[in-house]
């Protein structure tokens, strides 16, 4: 074997081992948090899969994973677990495996015998067995997460456009922001109605527990990005902030839509805040116009 085609296959087999070997801590932790007996057993079953892999690239090149930072990993993925559940965990973690795939494949001709084996196994783990096992994770909010969107992407953006039309009709806060609740709470009940009536005609849902998703991100999204109105005196510094509560929800919503949905993530983010900021200008202008008209803007 030529020196620089053994170096190539010592440099994959570290990456693919620490990488596996994280991948392996990862899995253990989130089902040692799991209660549900059935996703538990699916996470222990990938977590004893990467610790297979983890095993054989060890042997092409002994490697020593640094404990605690994958230890840190594993838990923080434990968080964002509790927070956007596990489906997305296991879904974000698999993001990239493509490149992995190549990787691996990069080496099949450096390896004979009973290795080339193995590696086309573990090949065949990353492109099917994994994403197989990763389906039946079956969680609620993978089910419901179109609602999910449905509400929360509608209210950021209206509620963006009702606190900006006040801009132009008032300085107080707190009539700012009670609009906003008022114009929120009614649209959440007109968006979870929609819902309810559109997942009737769809199979293995139930309309009402996806009216409750749809109704109950739209009140969470309005209730976060009215808070800051009650927060402070300032309606600008409020509407700032208000603004960058709707962008946070943005981002933490377009990062669970694009992992769920295999889309690219920057280009749905970028788009989703353009229309928030593009929502917010035309309604400002709008607001102070009406306001002015009709002589209604109040201190």
Do not use: C
């Not at 559940?85 to 296991?90: I, L, N, Q, R």
Request: proline share 2%.
């Amino acid at each position: 074997m030529e020196s620089g085609s053994s170096s190539n296959l010592v440099l994959v087999a570290r990456e693919a081992a620490v990488d596996e070997y994280k991948e392996y801590l990862t899995y253990s932790t989130l089902a040692k948090i799991e209660r549900n007996p059935a996703r538990r057993a699916v996470l222990m079953r990938l977590a004893e899969q990467e610790f297979r892999h983890f095993q054989f690239w060890s042997r092409l090149a002994p490697v020593e994973p640094r404990g605690w930072l994958l230890r840190l990993y594993a838990w923080l993925m434990a968080l964002l677990r509790l927070i956007l559940g596990v489906t997305f965990v296991a879904k974000f973690m698999e993001r990239g495996e493509e490149k992995a795939i190549e990787r691996y494949r990069s080496v099949e001709p450096l390896l004979s015998g009973r290795d080339l084996e193995e590696l086309r196994q573990i090949i065949r783990d990353e492109e099917e067995h994994e994403r197989a096992l990763i389906s039946q994770l079956d969680e609620t909010i993978v089910k419901y997460m179109g609602a999910l969107v449905l509400g929360l992407a509608d209210a950021i953006i209206e509620i963006t456009g009702a606190h900006a039309g006040t801009l132009g009709a008032t300085d107080s806060t707190i009539t700012a922001g009670v609009i906003g609740l008022i114009v929120g709470i009614g649209a959440s009940i007109s968006m979870a109605s929609a819902s309810f009536l559109q997942t009737k005609h769809e199979v293995g849902k139930s309309p009402t527990v996806a009216a409750l998703v749809t109704g109950v991100g739209y009140i969470a999204a309005v209730a976060l990005m009215s808070l800051p109105y009650f927060l402070t005196h300032d309606i600008y510094v409020a509407f700032a902030a208000s603004i960058a509560v709707g962008i946070f929800l943005t981002f933490v919503l377009t990062l669970q839509a694009s992992v769920y949905a295999d889309r690219d993530f920057k280009f749905e983010f970028l788009q989703t805040v353009g229309l928030l900021l593009g929502t917010a200008l035309l309604t400002y202008f709008a607001g102070t116009y009406l306001g002015e008209l009709f002589g209604i803007r109040t201190i």
